[in-house]
């Protein structure tokens, strides 16, 4: 491996400048802290430029003296000479302090730059996705046993509960066949459409689903909204998808170093490069 990282170079953040000394890389490396630099260093140099008019990420004098406090809380530095003292031992200055402190607020602010004006037409996109359901289910490798309990729930015989309970041959017989509430978006495709199609309340007649016939019974289905709690999401997964993307833009070696898979050839090819 070079003594200087492709894109695992360390920024500050602010002036831009290479902060990774080339001696250091043997110790990154026999720690095996190749992946935490290289991860780290793509949010920091992304942020480098997304600010106003393409400059660093910042934050307010009162963002910093807040997350400063915090800081000090955190490590229990009551007083200046404390603080002086914890910054020399890390080798840090006041203003990297204040970057290392505010740094989780200001990925923050990275993704609702980026993200924040997209989370509304990215919600309606995919909002079946984020909806919750809530049903019953019983399953049965045999048609037969399939058709008769149907049968009893629809004659009032037995309750669904109770032969759920009784015949049905997956977990949900500990839960008396209820399931949920489930994102649609985590359920089968084929699945989540008979879900979405069934009428709340109405036992739907027996259906060939895999190795298995199901019956099922739509309990609820709970509408999801674009609130403070879906944003932070919708901007989390908007982040790790850009994330994703970056990685792929490493150089071979890197990607080795992430534990992505490439083929032998392209180490060998970045090695001699």
Known sequence: MNKTLQLGDVYDGRSGSAILPPEIIPFLVSYNLIPQVLSQSIIELAMSTTGYANAPITCTQAETTQALQQFYQHWDLNSEEQIQDWCLRYGLTQEQLELFATRKLRVEKFKQITWGHQLESYFLKYKRHFDKVIYSLIRTENRGTANELFFRITEGEQSFSELAREYSQGPEADTN???????????????????CTSQVGIVQPPVSFGDSWIIIRVEKLITAQLDDFMRQRLLQENFETWFQQQLSQLSPE???????????AQVQEAKAA
């Open 177 to 195: 066949g209820i399931i949920g509430p489930v994102e649609l978006g985590t359920i089968a495709p084929n699945f989540a459409q008979l879900l």
């Open 254 to 264: 890197e990607k080795a170093w992430m534990g992505i898979n490439i083929k032998p």
